[in-house]
């Protein structure tokens, strides 16, 4: 299964993806919003939201323009009436300003808080954002973060393929989610140039990525990547010869979540360099690495599903 066309998801997409400039539309703005003292945050399908995530009434608002990510939709704005119209393929949303009914492929639907203008933008209650786009909503409320997480069907149905390969690649693509109690973890930029990947042998269901000196353990969990553990390597003190850790026996600065107990488990590594194009590839577990390769990318060829290559060996590794 061809995922060409997607993103992959990694911890610097999330982080440093810049999305488009919003609608410059007529500011009407809403005299009686409140701006959380802890500033909230979003991500849509695993990318920040760059505009502002606001709570009025109890109730969370973002901006129209940071729900892109959520697919193949057009935008078209109506300064006379205050309405944008939201298209996709088989889906039409008509959202008012001021008003709490929105249309939805014509049926009307009533939402608790209506829709506003901020600072030149439209901000929708995420009710609307699960009416309009059939997206899923999860809050984190220590944190004050929301996931909208919306999977593209293409990458759900290479999550379960019966193709070892496609099946992780689309893991890869699955959005991201966090309901850990605690805000995520920075990452160091260390000029890794790529990012590391382990999965359990045969399986598609977790992994861990390193990227730089950050370790995320994710579980894949109602077509979403849900956030288990997270810890920042301690690059400068070096391993620790105590860890049972043997993946990244590494001392660690700080860690969220719960760390997974990983000794009895053996692992398929997955190494991409994009200097090189590559993906480098092995076999380990607390006894140590084998079964060593490496394959050269080509993007831009019909076949190409992502940066997991198949590694012969693991099939006959029994």
């Given at each position: ?123 929708v209650p995420l009710r609307a954002v699960s009416m ?7 809050w984190n409320a220590p944190t004050k973060t929301v ?172």
């Amino acid at each position: 299964m061809n995922f060409r066309g997607l993103k992959r998801l990694t911890a610097t997409a999330i982080f440093a993806t810049l999305l488009t400039p919003s609608f410059l539309i007529p500011q009407a703005e809403a005299a009686s919003t409140v701006v959380s003292p802890v500033a909230p945050k979003a991500f849509i399908n695993s990318d920040l939201a760059y505009g502002e995530v606001l709570i009025r009434e109890g109730t969370t608002f973002i901006t129209l323009t940071d729900l892109k990510p959520l697919g193949d939709y057009t935008y078209k704005y109506d300064s006379a009436k205050k309405q944008i119209t939201i298209s996709s393929k088989d889906t039409k949303v008509v959202v008012t300003a001021g008003s709490k009914l929105m249309q939805v492929n014509g049926a009307n639907k009533t939402l608790t808080n209506a829709p506003f203008l901020h600072k030149g933008k439209t901000m929708v209650p995420l009710r609307a954002v699960s009416m309009a786009f059939h997206a899923k909503i999860y809050w984190n409320a220590p944190t004050k973060t929301v996931f909208i997480a919306k999977p593209d069907p293409n990458v759900v149905a290479g999550l379960h393929s019966e193709s070892l390969t496609t099946a992780r690649n689309a893991a890869l693509y699955m959005p991201r989610v966090s309901l850990i109690p605690q805000d995520l973890i920075e990452r160091t930029y260390l000029e890794m140039q790529g990012q590391d990947y382990y999965f359990p042998k045969n399986r598609a269901d977790m992994y861990f990525e390193l990227d730089n000196d950050l370790v995320s353990y994710y579980k894949i969990r109602n077509n979403t990547a849900e956030l288990k553990w997270q810890a920042k390597l301690h690059i400068e003190k070096g391993k620790d010869p105590k860890s049972n850790f043997f993946i990244l026996p590494y001392h660690f600065t700080k860690e969220i979540g719960q760390q997974p107990d990983i000794k009895d488990l053996t692992f398929a590594r997955f190494r991409f360099r994009y200097p090189v194009g590559s993906t480098f590839y092995s076999m380990v577990n607390s006894k140590g690495e084998y079964a060593f390769g490496d394959v050269e990318l080509d993007n831009h060829s019909p076949n190409y599903e992502g940066v997991i290559v198949e590694i012969p060996e693991e099939a006959d590794d029994n």
